[in-house]
């Protein structure tokens, strides 16, 4: 079946410092990837959808310029967390799906970022 | 009013029952319907995919669709312990985003 790698799987970083979290498709091309971010006990929610090649479409309220995503091939995009803080500490998400989304999303298996 | 709808629960069923989770969509195109389980800390597995009215089983799983009531329902038989876990609902239209419940979360005890 289709696989989705995500690494880090857990970070810990500093206030102010940026991090990267990678998300790969291992045995399909993903034409299309999203980010999520699911708080403690709450819902996923969407961040961004990423095409690859082109600017990812980010989610209302969601700061384009933070959550920096690139969406290289069709293989692999990345998030950047910039200038973290302790209110970024949340567990990340990706999925990817090939155009059509009718089999369904591949999740990642998340990574939990701590801001301290 | 959301466009996916579920219960949040928690639900809870002895170890042996069936468990009923629903899920209501609002938007009339959505064409393909999925279920995933997302356990506690973890990230959400894709259990089950309808496409048409009416059943698919897979296991002890069941899935349900009626397009015109805009209701997808997913039936756990033979509950296990190992099910406890948040029982998430997604509607996509044809070759759309998914859009996703808030989850109902299952909790089964032996």
């Known amino acids: 079946g289709a696989v989705v790698s995500q690494h880090p799987s857990r970070v810990i970083c500093k206030s102010g410092t940026s991090v990267k979290i990678e998300c790969r498709s291992l045995?399909?091309?993903?034409?299309?990837m999203f980010w999520y971010r699911q708080f403690p006990k709450q819902s996923l929610m969407l961040m961004a959808t990423?095409?690859?090649?082109?600017?990812?479409?980010?989610e209302q309220g969601v700061e384009k310029d933070k959550f920096l995503i690139n969406h290289a091939s069709l293989t692999l995009s990345t998030l950047t967390v910039t200038s973290a803080h302790p209110e970024d500490s949340s567990f990340y998400i990706c999925?990817?799906?090939?155009?059509?989304?009718?089999?369904?999303?591949?999740f990642g298996s998340g990574t939990r970022l701590t801001v301290v | 009013q959301k466009e996916v709808e579920q219960n949040s629960g928690p639900l809870s069923v002895p170890e042996g029952a069936i468990a009923s989770l629903n899920c209501t969509y609002s938007?009339?195109?959505?064409?393909?319907f999925f279920w995933y389980r997302q356990y506690s800390g973890k990230s959400p597995e894709l259990i089950m995919s309808?496409?048409?009215?009416g059943d698919k089983e897979d296991g002890r799983f069941t899935a349900q669709l009626n397009k015109a009531s805009q209701y997808v329902s997913l039936l756990i038989r033979d509950s296990q312990p190992s099910d406890s876990a948040t029982y998430l609902c997604?509607?996509?239209?044809?070759?759309?985003?998914?859009?996703f419940g808030d989850g109902t979360t299952l909790t089964v005890k032996p």
């Open positions: 999925s990817a799906t090939t155009g059509t989304g009718i089999s369904g999303y591949t």
């Open positions: 045995d399909f091309q993903a034409t299309t």
């Open positions: 990423s095409n690859e090649g082109s600017k990812a479409t980010y």
């Open positions: 938007d009339r195109v959505s064409q393909s």
């Open positions: 309808i496409y048409s009215n």
């Open positions: 997604a509607a996509t239209p044809n070759a759309g985003k998914s859009t």
